[in-house]
């Protein structure tokens, strides 16, 4: 389970990097929720996520809290891209043989070519002038993957050495820990129960959106459309003490206790407080008392997933839904508590249905509900955004990709 005993405060700062997933704004947006101290941050390569903190924290507890990040590491020095001597000196500092074979990679970050095998080449060389017993991991890519790290181990019993572009510098440092793809995986498609119509929320999404409530462990969590159970999960193995979820479905009530009991069996979740209950988010006032929320994370009904249908009558149904049930977390949540939705964004063509194509006539089209009483939050820092790290124009964050007939577009809400 995750605990805030990851961080603590540090003496000194240090500098930090970490490897994005494909929307390095939700990325960077979920980052610093997280992390309350980031200093002169920087953008490298569009995934690369590198800053200056006072916050010392325990890397390996963090990657399993954040589901848009993929690797984290430190780094130690720099110098010029130009001077591969002084670089391989640089890197050689880093490492520390290990009994038995130690194991070693490089990665590369970066738009210019660079050429990794010569490092490599001197890294061997020295080890073995150390009677060091080595293995130089390599892959077809200019940076290992985090299955290759995983399964070569080297964040445990080896290196795995991070080269960072900075126009004519190089960053140096190394991985400290990588996302946990086979634990991710596991809870994604070893759930007992499952709804292949409705869909499934992914574990990494529902991480990132837990993120961006600012929930704290001791505070209650609500999901009003709780599908098969996904948040509820995700919110116990982050260490949230009390998560309730409800459905107007009979069938998603009894797929959330399913899979939740699952999740508390496998990974032997303790101390933990939750229910399903069988009630409608348009009715959660008669239910729960008023202010007795911290946060809402939901995903609810994002309107049919096959066929062709005409997109404003689509749109009109879940603008109804929504608002009515937004209404009513006005009613439940606490003043400043946070609601994180993903609302459906809608891929169309020029006569206004849901379609697959991704021809130049596709659109974007967005939803429309009433939030009186709520403001938006834009989660990405002034001071984070560019023309790289962004939000919509309504502050809010899109996850997609192409071929997809409905992307999620993720709201913060706060309690005015």
Not at 69 to 80: A, Y
Not at 84 to 99: A, N, R, V
Not at 130 to 155: F, H, P, Q, Y
Not at 211 to 217: G, Q
């Amino acid at each position: 389970m995750m605990s805030q005993s990851i961080f603590t405060k540090s003496i000194n700062s240090m500098k930090y990097f970490f490897i994005l997933g494909n929307h390095p704004s939700i990325s960077v947006a979920e980052i610093s929720a997280t992390i309350s101290d980031i200093q002169n941050a920087k953008l490298h390569n569009n995934n690369v996520f590198v800053f200056d903190t006072e916050e010392k924290f325990i890397t390996e507890k963090l990657i399993r809290k954040l589901g848009g990040t993929i690797k984290i590491g430190i780094l130690e020095s720099s110098t010029s891209r130009y001077n591969p001597e002084k670089i391989f000196k640089l890197s050689k500092d880093l490492l520390s043989p290990t009994d038995g074979k130690y194991k070693f990679g490089i990665s590369y970050y970066g738009n210019s070519k660079f050429n990794t095998k010569t490092i490599g080449m001197k890294i061997k060389s020295y080890l073995k002038e150390k009677d060091v017993s080595c293995r130089w991991v390599i892959s077809k890519e200019a940076t290992l993957s985090s299955v290759v790290v995983t399964t070569n181990k080297l964040c445990d019993r080896g290196i795995e050495i991070v080269l960072i572009e900075d126009k004519h510098n190089v960053l140096i440092g190394k991985t400290l820990a990588v996302q946990p793809f086979k634990e991710l995986s596991f809870r994604d498609y070893d759930r007992p129960a499952k709804d292949s119509k409705s869909g499934m929320l992914p574990p990494k999404l529902a991480q990132i959106m837990i993120n961006l409530s600012k929930i704290s462990e001791d505070q209650t969590l609500l999901d009003p459309f709780c599908g098969s159970g996904t948040v509820l999960m995700e919110g116990l193995l982050m260490g949230i003490k009390k998560v309730i979820g409800s459905d107007i479905s009979k069938k998603a009530v009894e797929d959330t206790k399913i899979n939740t009991g699952w999740a508390i069996d496998k990974f032997n979740i303790t101390n933990h407080d939750y229910s399903a209950m069988l009630w409608s988010a348009t009715e959660l006032s008669k239910f729960l008392g008023k202010e007795s929320i911290d946060a809402i994370v939901s995903e609810p009904y994002l309107g049919p997933q096959r066929g062709d249908h005409e997109i404003r009558k689509v749109k009109q149904e879940l603008e109804d839904l929504y608002s009515k049930s937004i209404k009513e977390f006005k009613k439940v949540l606490k003043k400043h508590g946070r609601v994180v939705m993903l609302w459906p964004t809608f891929v169309t063509n020029r006569d206004m249905r849901i379609t697959n194509s991704t021809s130049s006539k596709t659109d974007l089209s967005f939803i429309n509900p009433s939030y009186s009483g709520f403001k938006i939050i834009n989660p990405i820092p002034a001071e984070l955004r560019s023309d790289k790290i962004k939000t919509t124009n309504r502050n809010t964050l899109i996850y997609g990709r192409e071929g997809q007939r409905v992307w999620r577009e993720i709201v913060i809400l706060e309690h005015e």
